[in-house]
Each structure stands twice: as structure tokens, then as C-alpha cells.
């Protein structure tokens, strides 16, 4: 699965010249978090947050009224808040990348660019909706958190006895373990008891940790 798959395509937008005003309604219109911020010739030229927003306005303890404020931030215009060095990817970025790209650079959101042009926006928000599909969160059925050795057709062994116990797997993954000699393996299962899914395991498993309808 690409990030072409799962962006937002055709993102709102605004402008360098458009005013820090402007873009804090089309965020609380729109209710999104960032916009990319174009040039005149709707090329990336930087991305504007609420919290570059929140930091641009004046404090809660200014002796400014509220007129004053609003005046203050239509005059000030969104190239003077924007983060310009912006992290951005393709659309054929792996989603897997673009969660790493997020996660190492502390931030929410990845403008996906062809060339220097925008073509959409991949969040934290649709990276954890698809985290929720990869997990059948919204399935109903058994799941199950195991130890397991690290070893070479282990996992095909444990979703093997899975299948011939009748159980249908709905979704499975892996994580580190305690250390490098095992994983810990992540998986939901339909169609089937829980003891009998706990014998189907037994031989294959070091520890089962966790076990839950779901």
C-alpha cells in the first residue's frame, strides 16, 4: 500500500501572501490541522500549522481587544509564520515510509508532491486508520498476544495450526520481543473457541500473553 492509496488528494491550500486570518478559518472550516502553503505558481513553498498560528497571535494576556487581535493577524500574512524547510513525499512512498517519515521528524502531517507541485496530504490521522484495518479492530473475534522463538517457519507454523484448528485468521503481526531470540506475535482470529485456539498454539508458543474478545 502506497500513500497514493490512502492521501488526501487535491488538499486546501493557501497562498504565501494570504493572510494568517484567512488560514486559521479555513482550518476551523475545514477542521484540519495544516495547510500547504503554494506560491503563485502553485509550487510548494512551505506549511503553515494551527500551532505556528497559535504562536504568531498575540498572548492571552495582552492588553489588545479582540478587534485589535483580528486586525493584527489579517495584516500578517501566512510566509511570515509558515515552517519553510518542509518534509514532504511521493505518491508511490510506501505508507510504512511515510509513518517512519512522521515518527523520526516529530511531526503530523507529510505534504505528497510531483515534482514541486502538491497532489495531497498523508496524516498521523489516515496512517492510524489504517493501523485500525491492519488489526481488524472493527472485527469482531479473538486476540491473541504470544511470545515466539525466532526462528526460521515459526510464524508459518503458528498461523498453520491456526488455519487447521478452523480458526480464520483476520489479521497478524509482529513485534520485537523480550530479546533477539523471539517476537512477539499479534493476531485476531474468527471461528473458533478460545481453548481450542489455545491448544492449537501450545506447541508453537513460548508464553502466551494476552487473550481477548475483541
Same mark, same amino acid.
Given at each position: 500500500?502506497?500513500?497514493?492509496?490512502?492521501?488526501?488528494?487535491?488538499?486546501?491550500?493557501?497562498?504565501?501572501?494570504?493572510?494568517?486570518?484567512?488560514?486559521?478559518?479555513?482550518?476551523?472550516?475545514?477542521?484540519?490541522?495544516?495547510?500547504?502553503?503554494?506560491?503563485?505558481?502553485?509550487?510548494?513553498?512551505?506549511?503553515?500549522?494551527?500551532?505556528?498560528?497559535?504562536? *504568531?497571535?498575540?498572548?492571552?494576556?495582552?492588553?489588545?481587544?479582540?478587534?485589535?487581535?483580528?486586525?493584527?493577524?489579517?495584516?500578517?500574512?501566512?510566509?511570515?509564520?509558515?515552517?519553510?524547510?518542509?518534509?514532504?513525499?511521493?505518491?508511490?512512498?510506501?505508507?510504512?515510509?511515510? *509513518?517512519?517519515?512522521?515518527?523520526?521528524?516529530?511531526?503530523?502531517?507529510?505534504?505528497?508532491?510531483?515534482?514541486?507541485?502538491?497532489?495531497?496530504?498523508?496524516?498521523?490521522?489516515?496512517?492510524?486508520?489504517?493501523?485500525?484495518?491492519?488489526?481488524?479492530?472493527?472485527?469482531?473475534?479473538?486476540?491473541?498476544?504470544?511470545?515466539?522463538?525466532?526462528?526460521?517457519?515459526?510464524?508459518?507454523?503458528?498461523?498453520?495450526?491456526?488455519?487447521?484448528?478452523?480458526?480464520?485468521?483476520?489479521?497478524?503481526?509482529?513485534?520485537?520481543?523480550?530479546?533477539?531470540?523471539?517476537?512477539?506475535?499479534?493476531?485476531?482470529?474468527?471461528?473458533?473457541?478460545?481453548?481450542?485456539?489455545?491448544? *492449537?498454539?501450545?506447541?508453537?508458543?513460548?508464553?502466551?500473553?494476552?487473550?481477548?474478545?475483541?
Amino acid at each position: 500500500m502506497n500513500v497514493k492509496d490512502r492521501m488526501t488528494k487535491n488538499p486546501f491550500t493557501v497562498k504565501t501572501t494570504s493572510s494568517v486570518s484567512d488560514a486559521r478559518d479555513i482550518m476551523k472550516n475545514e477542521k484540519v490541522h495544516r495547510l500547504p502553503v503554494v506560491d503563485d505558481k502553485g509550487r510548494l513553498a512551505g506549511i503553515v500549522t494551527e500551532k505556528d498560528i497559535l504562536n *504568531a497571535s498575540p498572548s492571552p494576556a495582552s492588553t489588545l481587544d479582540v478587534w485589535e487581535i483580528s486586525s493584527l493577524l489579517t495584516k500578517l500574512v501566512v510566509k511570515d509564520v509558515m515552517t519553510k524547510s518542509v518534509v514532504t513525499c511521493p505518491p508511490d512512498t510506501p505508507v510504512e515510509e511515510a *509513518a517512519r517519515l512522521l515518527s523520526d521528524h516529530d511531526i503530523g502531517g507529510l505534504p505528497v508532491v510531483e515534482g514541486d507541485v502538491v497532489v495531497g496530504i498523508i496524516t498521523e490521522s489516515d496512517l492510524f486508520e489504517i493501523f485500525i484495518e491492519l488489526f481488524a479492530i472493527r472485527d469482531k473475534g479473538l486476540r491473541m498476544t504470544a511470545l515466539l522463538p525466532d526462528v526460521s517457519g515459526e510464524l508459518a507454523n503458528f498461523a498453520g495450526a491456526i488455519r487447521d484448528a478452523g480458526g480464520d485468521i483476520l489479521a497478524f503481526g509482529t513485534v520485537r520481543g523480550d530479546n533477539p531470540t523471539n517476537k512477539l506475535a499479534v493476531v485476531k482470529v474468527a471461528n473458533i473457541k478460545r481453548r481450542a485456539l489455545m491448544k *492449537a498454539v501450545e506447541p508453537f508458543v513460548q508464553e502466551v500473553r494476552d487473550l481477548r474478545e475483541l
